[in-house]
């Protein structure tokens, strides 16, 4: 192992949107039992040091690979289509024609069945936008496009979460 493999090469995975997750997560366990700092305690300092480094790393691989958002963001970074939401926020019209739509749904919505509504077509939205990045990754390996779709799958994200919260607050 290297610390400079990529996520896919340190699980022993193909670069590709659809991860096999049992897999993933056995994987996971192994190289975790592994590399543990705590079987490393009786050892010098350097090893010590040399195996929380690599249970860092691990874990930080580990946890990009098994979110889909995540996945799809670092696959386009290593086909050199960076994300760069910060300084790309451009989008087409009728994606943030739905945007505003919903947002004035939200500041509109007075009941607890008017946000579960909106949670239900929000998810619905996700599930489409997450089998779009496997088609653009896997079948069409459109890194641009899947860039472009993880920074609008992002938008939606952020909204659920703010149903999400909405939903806590009116279920006090």
Partial sequence: MNLQSTDFELFGLSPRFEVDRTALDERWKLLQR???????ATSDAQSQRQAMQWSVRINEAYQRLKDPLQRAAYLCELHGAPIEAENNTAMPHEFLMQQMQWR???????????LERMADEVAATRR?????LQSLADDRQDWPALAGQVRALMFVERF?????????VLGQ
Avoid: C, G, T, Y
């Avoid at 592994?34 to 490393?40: K, L, T």
């Avoid at 489409?128 to 779009?132: A, V």
């Avoid at 659920?160 to 806590?168: F, H, L």
């Fill in 160 to 168: 659920a979460s703010d149903v999400e919260n909405r939903i806590e």
């Fill in 104 to 114: 004035e749904d939200l500041e509109e919505a007075s009941d607890l069945a008017d």
């Fill in 128 to 132: 489409s936008m997450q089998m779009e």
């Fill in 34 to 40: 592994e590399v543990h700092p705590d079987r490393h």
